[in-house]
């Protein structure tokens, strides 16, 4: 351990069985068992004591009938982003949804019309471009630009994809899946292009909390009063605590006429009832998990360093971009000159390693791999070692017929 702390995330707990998308589907997904999975974002650590109380504490009562989500999970979420981000919420600026991805298709019906343009910023999290096409929308890419071994935001390019068709913009902050977290001038350069060219920004900031020690999350809506009155936020416990088998987040939407159109979308697609445990968890996790997450947060900056170390001795034509947020790392593997195809079917056959594909995440992230740093350090250093024996030079060679 490289650093004391109450909680014990060195532990392996066994998920398979759980019914668990990252342990149980390999044979469904990628025809194989038993691969090591370092994809999907959850994580492989217990959620907090008191979550698994609060959760407890609901199950015992025994009567799960329909159930609204208790005002006290609105001011619970409110506090949690009055500490831990500075930023100031109304109540009445909240509303409630079954997840942020049915938050993000509602609001991109209620805020947008079939045909008009909606941008992401690949490579980014492959189902904002899934949502604005089953929609009806049209996909705009402003992709980020690599300078060296950072990701940016082209500016220019932003300017120049805006026209009168042009709605709404995805923004993911921190960024999934190049890590990044956004200077409070990269918003508020955005956020004034947004502006200036009428266009909403929609702001997925489930991974707000996962920052490591030194950088500082910006909410997008809190760098002007404009940015504010044209943007809709989209925040969770479920990402910071493992709870995303439970479901819920919350939209926060300051302008009352967008509120109210985005509430309306929401009826119109799924009835109002909240889960029981899952209001339970979150209030749970948003009252009493600040220390949990500090000490989780330390865990995971240990294993990405570890991560560069062992690559740096093992393999180092593989290098993982610098880590500003979330539990992701994005390993550019383009120096090993394969292909995509080569490089899933020599992780998965050769090392028995099961990472997300770069090119999931659209364009830029071709010859990339996303793995998965919420492990416990045991599961990572097996995982690394099944990378080194899948893509060692020897192996590749044999792979490729060589
Ligand atoms: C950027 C981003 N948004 C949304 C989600 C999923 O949110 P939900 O499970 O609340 O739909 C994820 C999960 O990995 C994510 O990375």
């Not at 995303?244 to 119109?268: C, K």
Request: hydrophobic share 45%; with cysteine.
């Amino acid at each position: 351990m490289d650093r004391p702390g109450t909680y014990d995330f060195d532990r392996v707990v066994d998920r398979r069985g759980t019914s668990s998308l990252k342990w149980d589907s390999s044979r469904k997904y990628t025809g194989r068992d038993s691969l090591l999975p370092l994809w999907v974002a959850d994580m492989d650590f217990e959620a907090p004591r008191e979550i698994r109380d609060a959760i407890a504490r609901r199950a015992e009562h025994g009567i799960f009938g329909y159930t609204m989500e208790p005002e006290s999970l609105f001011e619970a979420a409110r506090q949690w982003l009055q500490r831990r981000h500075g930023w100031s919420v109304d109540r009445d600026w909240m509303l409630a949804s079954p997840g942020v991805i049915p938050c993000l298709s509602a609001a991109i019906l209620a805020l947008t019309e079939p045909g008009d343009g909606v941008i992401i910023q690949p490579p980014v999290y492959h189902p904002f471009a899934m949502r604005i096409t089953a929609n009806g929308r049209r996909v705009v890419e402003n992709a980020l630009r690599l300078a060296g071994e950072r990701w940016e935001i082209d500016f220019d390019d932003l300017e120049r994809r805006i026209d009168e068709r042009t709605r709404m913009l995805i923004l993911c902050s921190p960024h999934n899946p190049v890590s990044r977290v956004w200077s409070r001038e990269d918003l508020q350069r955005l956020a004034a292009i947004c502006v200036s060219g009428n266009v909403i920004i929609v702001s997925d900031e489930i991974h707000c909390d996962l920052v490591m020690p030194g950088f500082r999350h910006i909410p997008v809506a809190s760098v002007s009063e404009e940015a504010s009155s044209r943007s809709v936020t989209l925040v969770a416990a479920t990402k910071t605590f493992n709870l995303a088998g439970l479901g819920g987040s919350l939209a926060i939407v300051p302008d009352a006429d967008m509120r109210r159109r985005l509430d309306a979308a929401q009826h119109a697609v799924f009835a109002g009832i909240g889960n029981a445990f899952a209001a339970a968890a979150s209030e749970a996790a948003w009252r009493t998990g600040a220390q949990w997450l500090d000490e989780l947060l330390a865990y995971v900056q240990g294993n990405y360093r570890f991560t560069v170390s062992f690559l740096s001795k093992r393999l180092a034509a593989v290098r993982a971009f610098p880590l500003e947020g979330t539990y992701l790392a994005l390993l550019d593997m383009r120096a090993l000159g394969l292909t995509d195809d080569e490089l899933t079917d020599l992780l998965q056959r050769e090392g028995g390693v099961w990472l997300d594909e770069g090119r999931r995440f659209g364009c830029g992230g071709q010859g990339m791999e996303r793995l998965n740093l919420a492990c416990p350090r045991a599961t990572l250093s097996d995982g690394l070692e099944r990378v080194v024996r899948a893509l060692a030079p020897g192996v590749r060679a044999a792979g490729r017929g060589e």
